[in-house]
Each structure stands twice: as C-alpha cells, then as structure tokens.
C-alpha cells in the first residue's frame, strides 16, 4: 500500500501562483509515475499533468505553459507549480501513483482544494 498527502492548495487570485505537493508514505520498490488530476464541480475528472519514472512530463493542453509538474525521488514528493492561475482552474486536486508499463493510476491522494477568484 501507498499512502499519498497532497498538500498546498488554497485560495487565490486569478493571475497568481500555487505549489501543490504530494508526499508518498513509502519509497514503492518498482518504477512508478505520479499525475495530478482535477475536478470540479459538476464535472469529470480530468487529467492535469503526469511524470514518468524517467522524468518525462505530460501535460493536459489547458495547462501546459502555466503548470509545471516535477519530483524528488529522495523525499518521495512530486509538486505541481501553476502559475498564470485562471477560475476555471477552480478545482479539488488530486495526486496519484501508476506502476510503470501498466494503465492503472493504483493510488490516489484526498485531494486538495485550488479556488482561484476572478
């Protein structure tokens, strides 16, 4: 089992910035990728970002330029930094974990709340 805190959310004004953090309870043994995933009111889930075991990142077409996702293997975290943060960016945030090779997102994290105002 792995334990994923997502952490940093809050409330901001349309235009600034937030760093969202997901700490992992254990150093998992396997290659594994870590994404974040938003969802708002009344919608679906959606995808916002992923980062690959090898460092490779993805990007969901309405963030890409604005948010940047990164890890630190040595402290089990993953951050999304999002800037030029827009209200439809309004949103619970959540991190999740895949094994390597497999379609799975297998873990997920509580989520934490982003409210950007206009």
């Known amino acids: 089992q792995v334990q994923l805190l997502e952490s940093g959310g809050g409330l901001v004004q349309a235009g600034g910035s937030l760093r969202l953090s997901c700490a992992a309870s254990?150093?998992?043994?396997?290659?594994?990728?870590m994404g974040w995933f938003r969802q708002a009111p009344g919608k679906e889930r959606e995808f916002v970002a992923a980062v690959t075991w090898s460092g490779h990142t993805n990007y969901a077409d309405s963030v890409r330029g604005r948010f940047t996702m990164s890890r630190d293997d040595a402290k089990n975290t993953v951050y999304l930094q999002m800037n030029s943060l827009k209200p439809e960016d309004t949103a619970v945030y959540y991190c999740?974990?895949?094994?390597?090779?497999?379609?799975?997102?297998?873990?997920w994290g509580q989520g934490t709340q982003v409210t950007v105002s206009s």
């Open positions: 999740a974990h895949q094994d390597a090779g497999t379609p799975t997102w297998n873990y």
């Open positions: 254990r150093r998992t043994f396997s290659s594994y990728n």
